[in-house]
């Protein structure tokens, strides 16, 4: 097996821009994923808040060779490749190890619910198996919430058995701290990422990996900062504020309001366009939030439109 160096850190799942005919807007997502970069935060593309599950495997193939050729290191990338159709998910894995991409975060196949830990455990290893790759590293993508099948801590540490070294790490976002901190604890030095920045402090106390969150989107700078110095005295206090600040942007529809609040400090209002069934904040909504954020004081210094 090659050596790698697990993914640890930030990661922003990020937020994908649409053309007015609804495809994806490569140039303007290089610039955006640059933008992330130059505040070390990690790309965790093709994520929920990317709409990951609203583009087509095509779509997400094309758009990590626009990344890579556009000279985004491909090791910052953690792409979203797990899909209920079993070869998609191999297709995507593939094509992210061969491009060399730091791991894939991978869902479980998520249609069937009520599956046992079996089924999920030969999804994942078939697709393991069918990559062949030992190039490949598998972060879990735990979502419960949204997905409704999960990663038991039985299931995680047969995985982490069977596939050592691949079985890399789990984002979890079951919004469960006592669920985090087990899988923290159960498996120590294991990659394990908090689903968001509330919890960043009590999980690298813990020993946990890092985040990955939506709000990166927006704040990537402040919650990296938080990462690098979260021993800091005065921790507890700027903790709270990343969590006031997640909650401001959080009482909307998070994915159309990360792409508002990009718009509005970017000045490219294309920014707010989200593939159906999702709908963009009204105007009135838009407005509502931009001033709550410039009242708060908070800034997107050197975006890009």
């Not at 990344?67 to 191999?90: E, H, K, Y």
């Not at 995507?92 to 060399?100: I, K, N, Q, W």
Request: proline share 6%.
């Amino acid at each position: 097996m090659t050596d790698q160096t697990p993914m640890r850190g930030v990661l922003s799942p990020v937020v994908t821009p649409f053309d007015a005919d609804l495809r994806p807007d490569a140039d303007k997502l290089i610039r955006h994923c640059r933008w992330l970069l130059s505040h070390d935060c990690g790309l965790a593309i093709f994520g929920t808040n990317s709409e990951g599950n609203s583009l087509s495997v095509e779509e997400k193939i094309d758009l990590v060779d626009r990344l890579v050729d556009a000279g985004i290191d491909p090791a910052r990338m953690m792409p979203g490749t797990g899909c209920c159709a079993l070869p998609d998910t191999v297709k995507l894995s593939r094509h992210m190890t061969e491009r060399g991409c730091g791991g894939v975060l991978m869902l479980p196949p998520f249609y069937y619910k009520g599956v046992s830990d079996e089924g999920i455990y030969r999804s994942i290893a078939e697709v393991i198996d069918r990559v062949g790759d030992d190039r490949l590293r598998v972060y879990l993508y735990h979502i419960p919430p949204v997905a409704q099948v999960g990663f038991s801590l039985d299931l995680i540490e047969r995985l982490i058995t069977d596939f050592p070294g691949i079985v890399a790490g789990i984002k979890d976002s079951s919004g469960d701290w006592d669920n985090t901190r087990a899988m923290i604890e159960r498996f120590p030095g294991w990659g394990v990422f908090a689903g968001n920045e509330t919890v960043l402090l009590k999980t690298m106390q813990a020993g946990g990996a890092g985040c990955i969150s939506a709000t990166c989107n927006v704040n990537a700078h402040g919650i990296v900062e938080f990462y690098k110095t979260w021993q800091a005295p005065n921790a507890e206090q700027r903790q709270a504020d990343l969590t006031a600040l997640r909650n401001k942007v959080g009482q909307y529809v998070m994915i159309s309001a990360l792409k508002a609040t990009i718009a509005h400090y970017s000045g490219d209002m294309d920014w707010r366009r989200v593939r159906p069934p999702l709908v963009e904040l009204d105007e009135a909504t838009v407005a509502k939030l931009g001033a709550e954020l410039e009242a708060y004081g908070f800034t997107m210094p050197g975006l890009a439109g």
